[in-house]
């Protein structure tokens, strides 16, 4: 067992996920205060004019807003070094194209940092976590247009220059390379078409989808110039949502399949935020499916002196790929696959693998040779609160517990890892339902689907354990 010294323990959140206080502090409208409600079998629905009878979760969502201090008390107490979160675009520049931030939206993460700094937690911020200002949806399509980018570039510098002094450790993007799936269209790219009906699948174009992509990538290049401009100490690392590929059988073809699927998925937007350059097979890519994108004179030099410190992840679990034969699929967080005989599910369907985190560990450590962080691993889970107010969650122990061991064995095999911040410290509202009972949280929110509970919090079995884990450096599990 032998996580090095100062790795950065902690856990992860998005903003829409859990802040609530929809407009409060003059914030503007975001994508998803726009994203109803859903389960697993009723599809979350975007609507274009907030609906006064529908339910739109992150209005409310947990109420970060108003506990923050609360929340990240807790958090000290676990031991965190690290917390990750995200900055509601739409906080700071309520359309995304004023000048002028908004001070308020400033005022309230200068609280946020200054609060986590007094218990010597370390911030890792996101700058945009599947969310922007709705405006940049309603005006430009997002990011098709290049405008966009420009706007993205002026709230990523305001940021840089505001907490110089309180954060270190910058993430651009969330889960980059959902912008590589049909249902990265919305809240990666901020694309919405009249012809979608459904947040998940929505209208695909592959053109303007890829074409939106460059300019995320080249937005994420110039944040990391302008951080390493700002503060030289600045690390910037890029995001993305790792599913770990196996083929079905050793079939050749299946093997073919998992190569193609993780070059279009899992490495292409790492490739190019790491080496700062379009990869051959992707450029083969386009040429086979007609894509044909604008790229400016000098956008690749902006790739090239915008190239990420570090690498970061998420990983919830791994999928199977098969070229051919009819088997039984799984679910994922917006790319499934084919189940794996070898594997257990989640409540969701979500397949889960310890030791793929420890390959997966391995493979991004051979491929890109710099510092790598785990920024989201978790177990969304149906919690029970007991009579006596407990929730005796061991499932979600043994989820972490097993994962933390694979982590200890991949940084025994030479893994540069530096921290891993599990999802979720909280309760909060799942991405792809919109749930409030899909629950991650070491600490248990008092709040329904329906509505009901009073927000309090209270401490999960979790929550006990992984103070030790902290507390041992790992070592206790
Ligand atoms: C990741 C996202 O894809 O998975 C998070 O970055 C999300 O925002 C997490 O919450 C878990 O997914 P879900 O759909 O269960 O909330």
Same mark, same amino acid.
């Given at each position: 067992m032998s996580f090095p010294k100062g790795f950065l323990w902690g856990g992860a959140t998005a903003a829409n996920q859990i802040e609530g206080g929809y407009l409060e502090g003059r914030k503007g409208d975001s994508i998803s205060d726009h994203i109803s409600g859903g389960s697993r079998s009723i599809k979350r629905r975007f609507t274009r004019v907030i609906e006064a009878d529908t339910f739109y979760?992150?209005?409310?969502?947990?109420?970060f807003y108003h506990h923050y201090k609360e929340d990240i008390r807790l958090f000290a107490e676990m031991g965190f070094k690290a917390f990750r979160m995200s900055i509601t675009w739409s906080r700071i520049f309520p359309k995304g194209i004023e000048d002028e931030p908004n001070e308020a939206g400033l005022k309230f993460y200068d609280d946020i940092f200054d609060e986590c700094l007094k218990h010597g937690i370390e911030p890792i911020v996101t700058l945009m976590h599947f969310d922007m200002p709705y405006f940049l949806l309603d005006h430009y399509q997002g990011f098709c247009s290049r405008e966009v980018v420009r706007h993205f570039v002026r709230y990523a510098e305001t940021i840089f220059k505001r907490y110089k002094n309180k954060v270190k450790y910058w993430i651009t $993007?969330?889960?980059?390379? $959902?912008?590589?799936?049909?249902?990265?269209?919305?809240?990666?790219?901020?694309i919405y078409d009249d012809r979608t009906t459904d947040y998940t699948d929505p209208y695909d174009d592959l053109n303007k989808r890829y074409q939106a992509l460059h300019h995320v990538l080249i937005a994420s290049a110039e944040a990391v110039n302008a951080a390493h401009k700002i503060n030289p100490d600045n690390k910037v690392g890029c995001m993305i949502a790792h599913v770990t590929l196996y083929p079905r059988t050793c079939s050749p073809k299946d093997m073919i399949k998992v190569q193609d699927l993780d070059h279009l998925f899992n490495d292409f937007c790492g490739d190019v935020q790491v080496f700062g350059t379009y990869p051959a097979y992707m450029k083969n890519y386009y040429k086979a499916h007609n894509i044909e994108i604008n790229i400016e004179e000098n956008d690749m030099d902006i790739l090239k002196e915008g190239c990420v410190d570090y690498y970061t992840f998420s990983y919830y679990m791994s999928n199977c790929v098969s070229a051919e034969g009819d088997y039984e699929t799984s679910a994922g967080n917006l790319l499934g696959g084919v189940k794996n005989p070898y594997l257990k599910n989640s409540e969701w369907g979500w397949q889960v693998d310890p030791i793929g985190l420890r390959y997966t560990l391995n493979k991004l450590n051979d491929r890109y040779g710099i510092p790598l962080m785990i920024v989201e691993n978790g177990l969304g889970a149906v919690d029970e609160l007991t009579a006596d107010r407990k929730i005796h969650d061991e499932y979600r122990i043994s989820y972490l517990k097993d994962h933390i061991k694979q982590m200890s064995k991949a940084v025994d095999d030479g893994v540069n890892l530096i921290g891993y911040t599990m999802w979720s410290p909280i309760d909060l509202i799942s991405s792809?339902?919109?749930?409030?009972?899909k629950r991650y949280g070491l600490i248990y929110i008092n709040k329904n689907d329906d509505g009901m509970g009073d927000y309090s919090r209270i401490k999960k079995d979790s929550f006990y354990w992984y103070k030790k884990c902290i507390e041992s450096n790992g070592e206790i599990l």
């Amino acid at each position: 067992m032998s996580f090095p010294k100062g790795f950065l323990w902690g856990g992860a959140t998005a903003a829409n996920q859990i802040e609530g206080g929809y407009l409060e502090g003059r914030k503007g409208d975001s994508i998803s205060d726009h994203i109803s409600g859903g389960s697993r079998s009723i599809k979350r629905r975007f609507t274009r004019v907030i609906e006064a009878d529908t339910f739109y979760p992150s209005h409310e969502a947990v109420d970060f807003y108003h506990h923050y201090k609360e929340d990240i008390r807790l958090f000290a107490e676990m031991g965190f070094k690290a917390f990750r979160m995200s900055i509601t675009w739409s906080r700071i520049f309520p359309k995304g194209i004023e000048d002028e931030p908004n001070e308020a939206g400033l005022k309230f993460y200068d609280d946020i940092f200054d609060e986590c700094l007094k218990h010597g937690i370390e911030p890792i911020v996101t700058l945009m976590h599947f969310d922007m200002p709705y405006f940049l949806l309603d005006h430009y399509q997002g990011f098709c247009s290049r405008e966009v980018v420009r706007h993205f570039v002026r709230y990523a510098e305001t940021i840089f220059k505001r907490y110089k002094n309180k954060v270190k450790y910058w993430i651009t $993007f969330n889960e980059i390379n $959902f912008a590589c799936l049909p249902s990265g269209n919305l809240e990666v790219l901020g694309i919405y078409d009249d012809r979608t009906t459904d947040y998940t699948d929505p209208y695909d174009d592959l053109n303007k989808r890829y074409q939106a992509l460059h300019h995320v990538l080249i937005a994420s290049a110039e944040a990391v110039n302008a951080a390493h401009k700002i503060n030289p100490d600045n690390k910037v690392g890029c995001m993305i949502a790792h599913v770990t590929l196996y083929p079905r059988t050793c079939s050749p073809k299946d093997m073919i399949k998992v190569q193609d699927l993780d070059h279009l998925f899992n490495d292409f937007c790492g490739d190019v935020q790491v080496f700062g350059t379009y990869p051959a097979y992707m450029k083969n890519y386009y040429k086979a499916h007609n894509i044909e994108i604008n790229i400016e004179e000098n956008d690749m030099d902006i790739l090239k002196e915008g190239c990420v410190d570090y690498y970061t992840f998420s990983y919830y679990m791994s999928n199977c790929v098969s070229a051919e034969g009819d088997y039984e699929t799984s679910a994922g967080n917006l790319l499934g696959g084919v189940k794996n005989p070898y594997l257990k599910n989640s409540e969701w369907g979500w397949q889960v693998d310890p030791i793929g985190l420890r390959y997966t560990l391995n493979k991004l450590n051979d491929r890109y040779g710099i510092p790598l962080m785990i920024v989201e691993n978790g177990l969304g889970a149906v919690d029970e609160l007991t009579a006596d107010r407990k929730i005796h969650d061991e499932y979600r122990i043994s989820y972490l517990k097993d994962h933390i061991k694979q982590m200890s064995k991949a940084v025994d095999d030479g893994v540069n890892l530096i921290g891993y911040t599990m999802w979720s410290p909280i309760d909060l509202i799942s991405s792809s339902t919109g749930e409030m009972k899909k629950r991650y949280g070491l600490i248990y929110i008092n709040k329904n689907d329906d509505g009901m509970g009073d927000y309090s919090r209270i401490k999960k079995d979790s929550f006990y354990w992984y103070k030790k884990c902290i507390e041992s450096n790992g070592e206790i599990l």
